[in-house]
């Protein structure tokens, strides 16, 4: 219907569909893609555009919409451009968009590079809402990851398809980790989205003369800016990683003292399903939805502590934070919608869930509620 209604009687509209079967060309096409529209398709308007069967794990493919400005050369210019796409390579599919004189959308599927017949022809018709945002279908092992081995996996097969060398040298920093299953009861997460965590986390230190460890760990941090240019399966698969990580830094200083970290799984799985449903709150998946529930071979937390705090004590904050920060992390602070969606999938998480702490106070009074939480959370302190 979007479609229709947005096409006059003289315009044109094109899809782009990504058919690769290897899921890291297929990341790697559709950021190339991306990319190239934005610069090349000046006079179009380049929209996201995906493709599923309702309630199919993993179905999901995306894609682009492509609407032109009904001008006849640029149309022809255009067409040339998007034809030398599907000749460059055979994982493109295309598709042309006309409306007739009835005002029915007609969709003619490209015929491969070198054959003038048209493959087929269907008419758009409207397609019932689905219950649940479909990019839901494609988080699990796409963006967010549940078990040590789906998260590496990923790093294989970059590896396989000959990308930077310091990228695969990471893919060997994973190898002789083992997984953890074993729950250390003095040993809780502490993981906040909004600024003033430092000074907390830093006096929870002092307090408690607790060990302080950040998540990703300095041993790859230095490798954050390669992956964060990198499409999503990598960069989540790197932070995810990363998390396993910091589990076998947490197991062993936890032996010797309390452990603090900054940022662990529920703040990597928070960014990645807000990013990935694109849409506002209501599109994310539902309360006591799978994608919120702790991977089962993860150490896991005696607890979780999601720091909020006034919309204009976050402003004041924020602009005196003077921190470099990832793309998300930018985003965060510039998109209302985005805030939203990752405190409100911080809100969702379960097993184990986050305890809310209202954070604008004085710094004082937050570290004195903050240490009664942990004293009523963690039976060895």
Known sequence: PALKSKMGPSERAYSLCISAQDRILKARLHAEYTAKFGSELSNCRVLALVSFCPGATDSLQKGFLIQDSGDAAASARTQLFLRALQGASEHVRFCTYERDEA???????????GQSEQVCKACIVPAPEPHIHPSVLNIKNSVV??????????LQEVSSTVVKLKITNVQYTFCPL????????HVFIFNMIYSGKTTLTESLKDSLKATLLKSPPGCISQWRKIFDDEPAIIRRAFYALGNYISAS????????????????WHSTAAYAIATEVGSGVSSLPPC???VYQWPEDLLKPDLVLLLTVSP???????LGRGVEKTKEETELEANNMFRQKVEEVYRRMENPRCVIVDASPAKEEVLREVLLLIRKHCSNL
Do not use: C, M, T
């Not at 204009?312 to 924020?318: M, N, P």
């Open 312 to 318: 204009e004590e976050r402003v004041r904050r924020l």
């Open 103 to 113: 005002g029915r959308v007609w969709q003619s599927l490209w015929a491969p590079e």
């Open 178 to 185: 083992l997984k953890l299953k074993v729950h250390y009861n």
């Open 145 to 154: 990851f549940y078990r040590y081995e789906d998260a590496y996996s990923v």
């Open 249 to 264: 830094d947490i197991a062993k200083e936890s032996i010797k003292s309390f452990v603090i970290v900054d940022r662990y």
């Open 288 to 290: 006591h939805h799978e």
